[in-house]
Protein backbone atom coordinates (compact mmCIF):
# COMPACT_ATOMS: atom_id res chain seq x y z
CA UNK A 1 0.00 0.00 0.00
CA UNK A 2 1.60 3.60 -1.13
CA UNK A 3 1.69 6.59 1.30
CA UNK A 4 -1.36 8.07 -0.73
CA UNK A 5 -3.22 4.83 -0.14
CA UNK A 6 -2.91 4.29 3.16
CA UNK A 7 -3.82 8.13 4.23
CA UNK A 8 -6.72 7.71 2.26
CA UNK A 9 -7.92 4.71 4.22
CA UNK A 10 -7.26 6.59 7.28
CA UNK A 11 -8.63 9.78 6.45
CA UNK A 12 -11.69 6.88 5.08
CA UNK A 13 -11.77 5.11 8.38
CA UNK A 14 -12.34 8.65 10.98
CA UNK A 15 -15.21 9.27 8.54
CA UNK A 16 -17.41 6.20 9.72
CA UNK A 17 -19.63 6.68 12.57
CA UNK A 18 -17.33 6.53 15.97
CA UNK A 19 -17.75 7.41 19.70
CA UNK A 20 -15.48 10.59 19.31
CA UNK A 21 -17.24 12.99 17.29
CA UNK A 22 -20.73 11.59 16.54
CA UNK A 23 -22.68 14.37 18.34
CA UNK A 24 -25.35 16.07 16.17
CA UNK A 25 -26.87 19.31 16.32
CA UNK A 26 -30.20 19.48 18.72
CA UNK A 27 -33.39 20.47 15.94
CA UNK A 28 -34.91 22.57 18.28
CA UNK A 29 -32.13 24.73 18.49
CA UNK A 30 -31.85 24.68 14.66
CA UNK A 31 -35.98 25.64 14.04
CA UNK A 32 -35.25 28.84 16.65
CA UNK A 33 -32.02 29.95 14.97
CA UNK A 34 -33.68 29.41 11.50
CA UNK A 35 -36.77 31.33 12.88
CA UNK A 36 -35.07 34.17 14.10
CA UNK A 37 -32.93 34.31 10.63
CA UNK A 38 -36.94 34.60 9.35
CA UNK A 39 -38.04 37.08 11.59
CA UNK A 40 -34.99 39.53 11.25
CA UNK A 41 -35.85 39.21 7.60
CA UNK A 42 -39.45 39.93 7.88
CA UNK A 43 -38.50 42.85 9.87
CA UNK A 44 -35.94 44.25 7.43
CA UNK A 45 -38.73 43.73 4.45
CA UNK A 46 -41.54 45.47 6.42
CA UNK A 47 -42.91 48.42 8.25
CA UNK A 48 -39.86 48.41 10.51
CA UNK A 49 -37.19 49.15 7.78
CA UNK A 50 -37.38 52.69 8.34
CA UNK A 51 -35.63 52.76 11.74
CA UNK A 52 -33.35 49.59 10.18
CA UNK A 53 -32.42 52.20 7.33
CA UNK A 54 -32.41 55.07 9.60
CA UNK A 55 -29.97 53.60 12.08
CA UNK A 56 -27.99 52.07 9.00
CA UNK A 57 -27.32 55.78 7.89
CA UNK A 58 -26.45 57.03 11.22
CA UNK A 59 -23.86 54.63 11.51
CA UNK A 60 -22.77 55.40 8.19
CA UNK A 61 -22.23 59.08 8.76
CA UNK A 62 -24.30 59.45 6.19
CA UNK A 63 -26.85 61.93 7.71
CA UNK A 64 -24.65 64.59 8.03
CA UNK A 65 -23.81 64.48 4.17
CA UNK A 66 -25.79 64.15 1.55
CA UNK A 67 -28.43 61.11 1.12
CA UNK A 68 -28.31 58.65 -2.23
CA UNK A 69 -30.81 58.19 -4.67
CA UNK A 70 -31.93 54.99 -6.95
CA UNK A 71 -32.78 57.83 -9.43
CA UNK A 72 -30.15 58.22 -11.86
CA UNK A 73 -31.36 61.85 -12.67
CA UNK A 74 -30.80 62.61 -8.90
CA UNK A 75 -27.84 63.12 -7.50
CA UNK A 76 -28.23 64.90 -3.89
CA UNK A 77 -31.42 65.22 -2.07
CA UNK A 78 -32.00 66.92 1.40
CA UNK A 79 -31.38 64.12 3.89
CA UNK A 80 -33.96 63.23 5.96
CA UNK A 81 -37.51 61.82 3.94
CA UNK A 82 -36.32 59.41 1.92
CA UNK A 83 -34.23 57.37 4.25
CA UNK A 84 -36.99 57.60 7.30
CA UNK A 85 -39.88 56.89 5.26
CA UNK A 86 -38.81 54.72 2.66
CA UNK A 87 -41.92 52.76 0.79
CA UNK A 88 -42.23 48.99 2.50
CA UNK A 89 -41.05 47.18 -0.91
CA UNK A 90 -38.15 44.62 -1.52
CA UNK A 91 -36.19 46.91 -3.31
CA UNK A 92 -36.24 48.75 0.03
CA UNK A 93 -34.09 45.64 1.66
CA UNK A 94 -31.49 45.78 -1.92
CA UNK A 95 -31.35 49.68 -0.93
CA UNK A 96 -30.36 48.92 2.78
CA UNK A 97 -27.74 46.51 1.48
CA UNK A 98 -26.47 49.01 -1.30
CA UNK A 99 -25.70 52.23 1.58
CA UNK A 100 -22.02 53.32 0.42
CA UNK A 101 -19.70 52.30 3.15
CA UNK A 102 -17.91 54.98 5.29
CA UNK A 103 -14.64 55.34 3.58
CA UNK A 104 -14.04 56.84 6.81
CA UNK A 105 -13.51 53.30 8.11
CA UNK A 106 -11.53 51.28 6.29
CA UNK A 107 -11.53 50.28 2.52
CA UNK A 108 -15.22 49.13 2.19
CA UNK A 109 -14.18 45.46 2.52
CA UNK A 110 -17.07 43.16 0.79
CA UNK A 111 -19.76 41.91 2.47
CA UNK A 112 -21.32 38.68 1.27
CA UNK A 113 -23.87 36.15 2.04
CA UNK A 114 -23.22 32.92 0.57
CA UNK A 115 -20.69 34.39 -2.11
CA UNK A 116 -17.04 33.58 -2.45
CA UNK A 117 -15.06 36.16 -3.01
CA UNK A 118 -11.87 34.81 -2.75
CA UNK A 119 -11.16 33.98 -6.30
CA UNK A 120 -12.04 36.90 -8.15
CA UNK A 121 -12.91 40.43 -8.16
CA UNK A 122 -16.48 40.06 -8.64
CA UNK A 123 -18.53 36.81 -8.56
CA UNK A 124 -19.26 35.50 -12.49
CA UNK A 125 -22.92 36.30 -12.33
CA UNK A 126 -24.77 39.24 -13.35
CA UNK A 127 -25.32 41.16 -10.36
CA UNK A 128 -29.11 42.06 -9.78
CA UNK A 129 -28.48 45.60 -8.84
CA UNK A 130 -25.37 47.77 -8.99
CA UNK A 131 -24.56 51.09 -7.40
CA UNK A 132 -21.53 53.37 -7.33
CA UNK A 133 -20.70 55.46 -4.75
CA UNK A 134 -18.40 58.33 -5.09
CA UNK A 135 -16.40 60.24 -2.34
CA UNK A 136 -15.07 63.65 -1.74
CA UNK A 137 -11.25 64.56 -0.84
CA UNK A 138 -10.83 61.17 0.15
CA UNK A 139 -6.66 62.13 0.65
CA UNK A 140 -7.32 64.44 3.59
CA UNK A 141 -7.64 60.83 5.90
CA UNK A 142 -9.90 61.97 8.52
CA UNK A 143 -13.74 60.63 8.78
CA UNK A 144 -15.19 64.37 8.51
CA UNK A 145 -13.85 64.17 4.93
CA UNK A 146 -16.05 61.71 4.05
CA UNK A 147 -18.68 62.72 1.73
CA UNK A 148 -20.67 59.90 -0.73
CA UNK A 149 -22.89 60.16 -3.18
CA UNK A 150 -24.63 56.97 -4.96
CA UNK A 151 -25.74 56.79 -7.85
CA UNK A 152 -27.77 53.45 -8.89
CA UNK A 153 -26.82 51.98 -12.47
CA UNK A 154 -29.64 51.60 -14.76
CA UNK A 155 -29.74 49.77 -17.62
CA UNK A 156 -27.50 46.48 -18.64
CA UNK A 157 -25.48 44.78 -15.98
CA UNK A 158 -23.68 42.27 -17.98
CA UNK A 159 -20.48 44.05 -18.60
CA UNK A 160 -19.56 43.87 -15.06
CA UNK A 161 -18.79 40.38 -14.78
CA UNK A 162 -16.98 40.75 -18.05
CA UNK A 163 -14.88 43.79 -17.34
CA UNK A 164 -14.19 42.31 -14.06
CA UNK A 165 -14.47 39.03 -13.09
CA UNK A 166 -11.14 37.98 -15.12
CA UNK A 167 -8.68 40.60 -13.43
CA UNK A 168 -5.84 38.61 -11.81
CA UNK A 169 -5.03 38.21 -8.17
CA UNK A 170 -2.02 40.50 -6.97
CA UNK A 171 -1.86 43.04 -4.40
CA UNK A 172 -3.40 46.10 -4.08
CA UNK A 173 -1.21 49.06 -3.81
CA UNK A 174 -1.40 50.66 -0.22
CA UNK A 175 0.10 54.28 -1.60
CA UNK A 176 -1.22 57.84 -0.53
CA UNK A 177 -4.30 59.50 -2.24
CA UNK A 178 -3.58 62.97 -3.35
CA UNK A 179 -5.87 65.22 -0.98
CA UNK A 180 -8.91 66.60 -2.79
CA UNK A 181 -9.22 63.21 -5.18
CA UNK A 182 -12.24 61.29 -5.71
CA UNK A 183 -12.83 57.93 -5.34
CA UNK A 184 -15.32 55.54 -5.75
CA UNK A 185 -16.69 52.44 -4.66
CA UNK A 186 -18.96 49.85 -6.62
CA UNK A 187 -22.08 47.92 -4.78
CA UNK A 188 -22.92 44.78 -6.54
CA UNK A 189 -26.31 42.81 -5.20
CA UNK A 190 -26.60 39.43 -6.14
CA UNK A 191 -29.29 37.26 -5.06
CA UNK A 192 -26.89 35.71 -1.94
CA UNK A 193 -25.48 38.59 -0.76
CA UNK A 194 -23.67 41.88 -1.80
CA UNK A 195 -20.06 42.40 -2.56
CA UNK A 196 -18.31 45.97 -2.46
CA UNK A 197 -15.26 46.73 -4.73
CA UNK A 198 -13.37 49.66 -3.93
CA UNK A 199 -10.17 51.19 -5.33
CA UNK A 200 -6.45 50.28 -3.41
CA UNK A 201 -6.47 51.25 -0.07
CA UNK A 202 -5.24 54.96 -0.89
CA UNK A 203 -8.17 55.48 -2.55
CA UNK A 204 -8.74 57.84 -5.44
CA UNK A 205 -5.43 57.44 -8.09
CA UNK A 206 -4.14 54.30 -6.23
CA UNK A 207 -3.70 51.43 -8.36
CA UNK A 208 -5.60 48.01 -7.83
CA UNK A 209 -8.51 47.11 -6.37
CA UNK A 210 -10.57 45.16 -3.74
CA UNK A 211 -13.23 43.20 -2.29
CA UNK A 212 -12.09 42.72 1.19
CA UNK A 213 -10.51 39.18 0.52
CA UNK A 214 -9.55 38.92 -3.57
CA UNK A 215 -6.94 41.61 -4.63
CA UNK A 216 -5.90 42.77 -7.74
CA UNK A 217 -3.58 44.89 -8.96
CA UNK A 218 -5.50 46.06 -11.82
CA UNK A 219 -7.08 49.35 -12.09
CA UNK A 220 -10.40 50.27 -11.76
CA UNK A 221 -11.18 53.49 -10.83
CA UNK A 222 -11.50 54.54 -14.50
CA UNK A 223 -14.19 52.10 -15.24
CA UNK A 224 -16.06 53.49 -11.36
CA UNK A 225 -15.68 57.18 -12.57
CA UNK A 226 -17.24 56.38 -16.14
CA UNK A 227 -20.09 54.45 -14.28
CA UNK A 228 -20.68 57.30 -12.18
CA UNK A 229 -20.70 59.78 -14.57
CA UNK A 230 -22.89 57.73 -16.94
CA UNK A 231 -24.96 56.28 -14.55
CA UNK A 232 -24.74 52.75 -16.32
CA UNK A 233 -22.09 50.47 -16.52
CA UNK A 234 -20.16 51.75 -19.39
CA UNK A 235 -17.03 49.60 -18.81
CA UNK A 236 -13.34 51.20 -19.60
CA UNK A 237 -12.64 53.45 -22.10
CA UNK A 238 -9.88 51.95 -25.04
CA UNK A 239 -6.50 52.40 -23.74
CA UNK A 240 -7.89 51.93 -19.54
CA UNK A 241 -8.84 48.73 -19.97
CA UNK A 242 -6.35 46.72 -17.75
CA UNK A 243 -6.87 43.42 -19.28
CA UNK A 244 -7.88 43.08 -23.22
CA UNK A 245 -11.42 42.81 -22.76
CA UNK A 246 -12.22 39.13 -24.03
CA UNK A 247 -9.14 37.42 -22.18
CA UNK A 248 -10.12 34.75 -19.90
CA UNK A 249 -8.65 31.66 -18.82
CA UNK A 250 -8.05 28.67 -20.37
CA UNK A 251 -6.90 26.37 -17.50
CA UNK A 252 -10.01 24.54 -16.92
CA UNK A 253 -9.12 22.05 -19.26
CA UNK A 254 -9.00 19.08 -17.43
CA UNK A 255 -12.90 18.03 -17.47
CA UNK A 256 -15.05 17.19 -21.00
CA UNK A 257 -14.06 17.99 -24.53
CA UNK A 258 -16.61 21.21 -24.26
CA UNK A 259 -16.44 24.44 -25.31
CA UNK A 260 -19.66 25.39 -23.16
CA UNK A 261 -18.40 23.73 -19.73
CA UNK A 262 -21.47 25.19 -17.64
CA UNK A 263 -24.48 27.53 -18.33
CA UNK A 264 -22.66 31.25 -19.36
CA UNK A 265 -24.05 33.93 -17.09
CA UNK A 266 -22.82 36.44 -19.79
CA UNK A 267 -20.94 36.64 -22.89
CA UNK A 268 -18.63 39.19 -24.87
CA UNK A 269 -17.66 39.04 -28.53
CA UNK A 270 -14.62 40.38 -29.54
CA UNK A 271 -13.66 41.23 -33.09
CA UNK A 272 -9.61 42.13 -33.45
CA UNK A 273 -8.15 43.76 -36.85
CA UNK A 274 -4.94 44.80 -36.43
CA UNK A 275 -4.08 46.74 -33.83
CA UNK A 276 -7.58 47.36 -32.76
CA UNK A 277 -10.68 45.95 -31.51
CA UNK A 278 -14.32 46.22 -30.61
CA UNK A 279 -16.37 44.39 -28.17
CA UNK A 280 -20.08 43.34 -27.91
CA UNK A 281 -21.53 42.72 -24.55
CA UNK A 282 -24.77 39.80 -24.70
CA UNK A 283 -26.72 39.01 -22.14
CA UNK A 284 -27.76 34.96 -22.34
CA UNK A 285 -30.82 35.67 -23.65
CA UNK A 286 -28.95 37.54 -26.49
CA UNK A 287 -26.34 35.38 -26.52
CA UNK A 288 -28.53 32.14 -26.79
CA UNK A 289 -27.72 31.43 -30.78
CA UNK A 290 -24.05 31.90 -29.65
CA UNK A 291 -24.51 29.29 -26.93
CA UNK A 292 -26.17 27.01 -28.62
CA UNK A 293 -23.80 26.89 -32.15
CA UNK A 294 -20.58 26.54 -29.76
CA UNK A 295 -22.26 23.83 -28.02
CA UNK A 296 -22.87 22.01 -31.43
CA UNK A 297 -19.64 22.16 -32.38
CA UNK A 298 -17.75 18.82 -32.67
CA UNK A 299 -15.37 19.71 -29.86
CA UNK A 300 -12.31 17.29 -29.42
CA UNK A 301 -8.48 18.09 -27.72
CA UNK A 302 -5.96 18.41 -30.17
CA UNK A 303 -3.32 20.70 -31.59
CA UNK A 304 -4.14 24.59 -31.59
CA UNK A 305 -1.54 24.84 -34.64
CA UNK A 306 -3.35 27.17 -36.88
CA UNK A 307 -3.38 25.19 -40.52
CA UNK A 308 -4.11 28.42 -43.45
CA UNK A 309 -7.34 27.52 -44.90
CA UNK A 310 -6.57 29.40 -47.99
CA UNK A 311 -8.73 31.95 -46.60
CA UNK A 312 -6.19 35.35 -45.83
CA UNK A 313 -4.63 34.24 -42.27
CA UNK A 314 -4.51 36.46 -39.47
CA UNK A 315 -6.42 39.21 -38.75
CA UNK A 316 -9.97 39.85 -37.98
CA UNK A 317 -10.02 37.39 -35.53
CA UNK A 318 -13.10 36.93 -33.12
CA UNK A 319 -12.87 35.91 -29.57
CA UNK A 320 -15.83 34.99 -27.33
CA UNK A 321 -15.68 35.57 -23.66
CA UNK A 322 -18.27 33.76 -21.52
CA UNK A 323 -18.40 34.21 -17.54
CA UNK A 324 -19.73 31.64 -15.42
CA UNK A 325 -21.12 31.65 -11.83
CA UNK A 326 -18.94 28.60 -10.43
CA UNK A 327 -16.19 28.81 -12.56
CA UNK A 328 -13.26 31.11 -14.12
CA UNK A 329 -14.47 33.18 -17.45
CA UNK A 330 -12.93 31.11 -20.63
CA UNK A 331 -12.27 32.93 -23.96
CA UNK A 332 -12.73 30.85 -27.39
CA UNK A 333 -10.82 32.13 -30.15
CA UNK A 334 -12.21 31.62 -33.74
CA UNK A 335 -9.52 32.63 -36.18
CA UNK A 336 -11.24 32.80 -39.50
CA UNK A 337 -7.57 32.23 -41.77
CA UNK A 338 -7.41 28.88 -40.12
CA UNK A 339 -8.22 25.06 -39.38
CA UNK A 340 -8.83 24.63 -36.28
CA UNK A 341 -10.93 27.62 -36.36
CA UNK A 342 -12.47 27.46 -32.80
CA UNK A 343 -9.70 27.43 -30.10
CA UNK A 344 -10.23 27.33 -26.27
CA UNK A 345 -7.02 25.65 -24.43
CA UNK A 346 -6.41 22.24 -25.60
CA UNK A 347 -10.38 21.75 -26.99
CA UNK A 348 -9.94 22.60 -30.80
CA UNK A 349 -13.09 22.42 -33.58
CA UNK A 350 -12.35 22.23 -37.03
CA UNK A 351 -14.67 24.16 -38.72
CA UNK A 352 -16.70 27.59 -37.50
CA UNK A 353 -19.39 28.38 -39.80
CA UNK A 354 -22.31 27.96 -37.59
CA UNK A 355 -20.27 29.98 -34.82
CA UNK A 356 -19.77 32.98 -37.00
CA UNK A 357 -23.23 33.01 -38.45
CA UNK A 358 -24.44 33.20 -34.91
CA UNK A 359 -22.26 35.59 -34.18
CA UNK A 360 -22.50 37.69 -36.67
CA UNK A 361 -26.23 37.51 -36.59
CA UNK A 362 -26.19 38.54 -32.72
CA UNK A 363 -23.64 41.31 -33.14
CA UNK A 364 -24.21 42.81 -36.44
CA UNK A 365 -20.54 42.58 -36.82
CA UNK A 366 -19.49 42.31 -40.81
CA UNK A 367 -16.98 39.76 -41.59
CA UNK A 368 -15.02 39.24 -44.79
CA UNK A 369 -16.45 36.29 -46.90
CA UNK B 1 -45.31 21.24 11.78
CA UNK B 2 -46.06 22.02 8.38
CA UNK B 3 -45.76 19.53 5.25
CA UNK B 4 -43.52 21.69 3.66
CA UNK B 5 -40.83 21.19 6.71
CA UNK B 6 -41.71 17.30 7.31
CA UNK B 7 -38.90 15.43 7.69
CA UNK B 8 -36.42 18.09 8.61
CA UNK B 9 -36.36 17.48 12.46
CA UNK B 10 -35.65 13.79 11.48
CA UNK B 11 -32.85 14.83 8.96
CA UNK B 12 -31.49 16.72 11.38
CA UNK B 13 -31.17 13.63 13.95
CA UNK B 14 -30.33 10.86 11.57
CA UNK B 15 -27.53 13.54 9.50
CA UNK B 16 -26.28 16.38 11.72
CA UNK B 17 -23.47 13.72 13.25
CA UNK B 18 -21.95 13.04 10.30
CA UNK B 19 -22.36 16.53 9.11
CA UNK B 20 -20.73 17.39 12.55
CA UNK B 21 -18.14 15.01 12.12
CA UNK B 22 -16.72 16.82 8.67
CA UNK B 23 -17.54 20.09 10.36
CA UNK B 24 -14.89 18.92 12.53
CA UNK B 25 -12.18 18.24 10.12
CA UNK B 26 -12.68 21.46 8.21
CA UNK B 27 -12.86 23.72 11.49
CA UNK B 28 -10.44 21.82 13.77
CA UNK B 29 -12.83 22.90 16.56
CA UNK B 30 -15.84 20.94 18.02
CA UNK B 31 -17.62 24.07 19.27
CA UNK B 32 -17.17 25.79 15.68
CA UNK B 33 -18.31 22.85 14.16
CA UNK B 34 -21.25 22.59 16.04
CA UNK B 35 -21.40 26.33 15.17
CA UNK B 36 -21.52 25.51 11.26
CA UNK B 37 -23.85 22.48 11.02
CA UNK B 38 -26.70 24.59 13.19
CA UNK B 39 -26.43 27.51 10.86
CA UNK B 40 -25.87 25.71 7.90
CA UNK B 41 -29.17 23.41 8.68
CA UNK B 42 -31.22 26.61 10.28
CA UNK B 43 -30.22 28.00 6.30
CA UNK B 44 -31.34 24.68 4.65
CA UNK B 45 -34.62 25.21 6.83
CA UNK B 46 -36.32 27.46 4.43
CA UNK B 47 -35.70 25.70 1.55
CA UNK B 48 -36.55 22.52 2.67
CA UNK B 49 -39.56 21.76 0.33
CA UNK B 50 -37.31 22.25 -2.43
CA UNK B 51 -34.47 20.70 -1.41
CA UNK B 52 -35.78 17.46 0.67
CA UNK B 53 -36.14 15.17 -2.26
CA UNK B 54 -33.29 16.01 -4.08
CA UNK B 55 -30.35 15.15 -1.88
CA UNK B 56 -30.43 17.45 1.01
CA UNK B 57 -26.99 16.76 2.29
CA UNK B 58 -25.06 17.76 -0.06
CA UNK B 59 -27.28 21.08 0.17
CA UNK B 60 -26.50 21.08 3.45
CA UNK B 61 -22.66 20.57 2.50
CA UNK B 62 -22.83 22.99 0.32
CA UNK B 63 -23.93 25.84 2.77
CA UNK B 64 -21.73 24.62 5.06
CA UNK B 65 -18.47 25.35 3.15
CA UNK B 66 -19.10 28.40 1.88
CA UNK B 67 -20.27 29.69 5.35
CA UNK B 68 -17.13 28.48 6.19
CA UNK B 69 -15.28 30.50 3.88
CA UNK B 70 -17.42 33.34 5.58
CA UNK B 71 -15.99 32.48 8.47
CA UNK B 72 -12.28 32.65 7.57
CA UNK B 73 -12.73 35.76 6.25
CA UNK B 74 -13.99 37.20 9.42
CA UNK B 75 -11.33 35.67 11.08
CA UNK B 76 -13.89 33.23 12.94
CA UNK B 77 -11.57 30.84 13.38
CA UNK B 78 -11.38 28.28 16.80
CA UNK B 79 -8.22 26.59 15.54
CA UNK B 80 -4.49 27.49 15.46
CA UNK B 81 -2.75 25.53 13.26
CA UNK B 82 0.84 25.10 13.60
CA UNK B 83 4.00 23.82 12.02
CA UNK B 84 5.01 20.59 14.46
CA UNK B 85 2.03 18.02 15.01
CA UNK B 86 2.24 16.77 18.78
CA UNK B 87 2.56 13.47 17.63
CA UNK B 88 3.52 11.94 14.20
CA UNK B 89 0.70 10.00 12.69
CA UNK B 90 2.04 6.97 10.30
CA UNK B 91 4.67 6.25 12.97
CA UNK B 92 2.04 4.76 15.33
CA UNK B 93 -0.46 2.25 13.58
CA UNK B 94 -4.15 3.39 13.41
CA UNK B 95 -5.32 1.15 15.55
CA UNK B 96 -6.96 3.42 18.03
CA UNK B 97 -9.32 5.07 16.02
CA UNK B 98 -9.99 8.29 18.00
CA UNK B 99 -6.47 9.38 18.61
CA UNK B 100 -6.30 8.84 14.57
CA UNK B 101 -8.93 10.71 14.13
CA UNK B 102 -6.97 14.29 16.88
CA UNK B 103 -3.96 13.62 14.89
CA UNK B 104 -5.37 13.46 10.82
CA UNK B 105 -7.45 16.74 12.35
CA UNK B 106 -4.41 18.32 13.26
CA UNK B 107 -2.44 17.25 9.95
CA UNK B 108 -5.56 18.80 7.96
CA UNK B 109 -5.63 21.94 9.89
CA UNK B 110 -2.30 22.41 8.42
CA UNK B 111 -3.66 22.65 5.07
CA UNK B 112 -4.93 25.73 3.23
CA UNK B 113 -8.47 26.40 4.03
CA UNK B 114 -10.13 25.71 0.37
CA UNK B 115 -7.40 22.21 0.09
CA UNK B 116 -8.50 21.15 3.60
CA UNK B 117 -11.96 21.38 1.91
CA UNK B 118 -11.54 19.70 -0.80
CA UNK B 119 -9.51 16.32 0.95
CA UNK B 120 -12.20 16.46 3.77
CA UNK B 121 -14.88 16.36 0.94
CA UNK B 122 -13.07 13.53 -1.34
CA UNK B 123 -11.52 11.18 1.19
CA UNK B 124 -13.13 11.71 4.24
CA UNK B 125 -17.26 11.70 2.87
CA UNK B 126 -16.13 9.57 0.20
CA UNK B 127 -17.66 12.01 -2.70
CA UNK B 128 -16.65 11.83 -5.62
CA UNK B 129 -14.58 14.47 -8.00
CA UNK B 130 -17.44 15.74 -9.33
CA UNK B 131 -19.65 16.09 -6.22
CA UNK B 132 -16.54 17.71 -4.76
CA UNK B 133 -16.48 20.12 -7.72
CA UNK B 134 -20.50 21.05 -7.18
CA UNK B 135 -19.95 21.69 -3.67
CA UNK B 136 -17.01 23.41 -3.66
CA UNK B 137 -17.32 25.43 -6.46
CA UNK B 138 -14.46 25.11 -8.17
CA UNK B 139 -13.41 22.86 -11.32
CA UNK B 140 -13.19 18.72 -11.21
CA UNK B 141 -9.68 19.25 -12.33
CA UNK B 142 -9.40 21.77 -9.50
CA UNK B 143 -10.48 19.29 -7.56
CA UNK B 144 -8.03 16.69 -8.95
CA UNK B 145 -5.39 19.05 -8.29
CA UNK B 146 -5.92 19.82 -4.94
CA UNK B 147 -6.15 16.49 -3.84
CA UNK B 148 -3.31 15.23 -5.12
CA UNK B 149 -1.20 18.68 -2.81
CA UNK B 150 -3.40 17.98 -0.17
CA UNK B 151 -2.57 14.43 0.19
CA UNK B 152 1.43 15.48 -0.65
CA UNK B 153 1.10 18.11 2.14
CA UNK B 154 -0.27 15.51 4.89
CA UNK B 155 2.12 12.89 3.65
CA UNK B 156 4.89 15.11 4.89
CA UNK B 157 2.93 16.36 7.82
CA UNK B 158 2.48 12.52 8.95
CA UNK B 159 5.58 11.11 7.75
CA UNK B 160 8.13 9.82 10.20
CA UNK B 161 11.61 10.86 10.02
CA UNK B 162 13.26 9.95 6.76
CA UNK B 163 15.85 7.05 6.43
CA UNK B 164 18.81 8.05 6.12
CA UNK B 165 19.35 6.06 2.54
CA UNK B 166 17.02 8.06 1.56
CA UNK B 167 18.35 11.68 1.68
CA UNK B 168 20.85 11.62 -0.70
Known amino acids: MSHDDEIIARLGAIGQPGAEADLGVDPAGVLELARRRRRTRAVLGGAGVAAVVLTVAMSMNLLGGRTQSQSPAATSLPTTTSTATPPATSSTTTEAALLCPDRGVGTGPGLSGAIDLSAALVPGMVPTDAVVCRYADVGSGTPAAFDADRVALAGSLVGIPLDLAHLVAGPADACAADAGALSYSLGLQYADGVVWVTPGSGG ?34 QGEAPRWACEGSTRDETGPATFVPADPTAVRVCLRTGMSGTSTDLDVGAASGIIAALRALPATRGPATCQPTGRPAGPPVLEVLLTFADRDPRTLRINLG ?31 S | MSTQTSGFEEFVVARSPRLVRTAYLLTGDRDLAQDLVQTALARTWPHWHRVRDNQPEAYVRTVMVRLQRSMWRRKWRGEVPTDVLPEPGSSAAPTDAVNDRVVLAKALALLPPGQRQIVVLRYVDDLSVEQVASIV ?31 T
Open chain 2, 137 to 167: GVAPGTVKSQSAKGLARLRVALSTPVPVEER
Open chain 1, 204 to 237: GGCPGATNGVFETQDGVLPALAAAYQARSWVGFA
Open chain 1, 338 to 368: CRPAVVGGTIVAPDAVAVVAAITAATGYTLP
